[in-house]
T-cell receptor, first 109, second 113 residues
């Protein structure tokens, strides 16, 4: 059974700082998802990646399949980036996801 | 394009009452899922469906039932609500299996008193 671990659980940053959130998983997977959840809000898919790196605006996600590790980076952080960031891996052939507990990010102005 | 829509968004139930949560998607996705989100825990799978007319149990199915009579709708039922079912419920849909993107609804915040 795949297990997904995230660190840190909580993160406070000043506006403009470079932020890194880490995710590790216990079994081999072919793709990993990064999701964003704003307070009281729904869940939005940021990235799904199976190798290398993906970039969208100020967000960058990297994955190392051999090391079973992925990172989400936010450059030039902004208060509107304050949210819970969740990584998730595949749970099986039925397509469900196994989720980490999330990293709560707070960016102060 | 609405994506995944959940109704209702909020609900308070008394112990023993029943209710149905509706998830509707307009992306012609085959796979649909119900998850619950509790403090300090990752989202956990309740039930899922890989196509119209099919359903299966996930990690935490007890106390819930589901139906997928139409491809676009996935219903989650609580026959006799318990305080332990107080949670935020998320529906998700995907076009296919493991390596496809997941789309989530806005969530339903349910409180059972």
């Amino acid at each position: 059974k795949n297990e997904v671990e995230q660190s840190p659980q909580n993160l406070t940053a000043q506006e403009g700082e470079f932020i890194t959130i880490n995710c590790s998983y216990s079994v081999g997977i072919s793709a990993l998802h990064w999701l964003q959840q704003h307070p009281g809000g729904g869940i939005v898919s940021l990235f799904m990646l199976s190798s290398g790196k993906k970039k969208h605006g100020r967000l960058i996600a990297t994955i190392n399949i051999q090391e079973k590790h992925s990172s989400l980076h936010i450059t030039a952080s902004h208060p509107r980036d304050s949210a819970v960031y969740i990584c998730a891996g595949p749970g099986g052939s039925q397509g469900n996801l196994i989720f980490g507990k999330g990293t709560k990010l707070s960016v102060k102005p | 394009n609405a994506g995944v829509t959940q109704t209702p968004k909020f609900r308070v139930l008394k112990t023993g009452q029943s209710m149905t949560l509706l998830c509707a998607q307009d992306m012609n996705h085959e796979y649909m899922y119900w998850y619950r989100q509790d403090p300090g825990m990752g989202l956990r799978l309740i039930h899922y469906s890989v196509g119209e007319g099919t359903t299966a149990k996930g990690e935490v199915p007890d106390g819930y039932n589901v139906s997928r009579l139409k491809k676009q709708n996935f219903l989650l039922g609580l026959e006799s609500a318990a305080p332990s079912q107080t949670s935020v419920y998320f529906c998700a849909s995907k076009l296919g299996g493991p390596n496809t993107e997941a789309f989530f609804g806005q969530g339903t915040r349910l409180t059972v008193v």
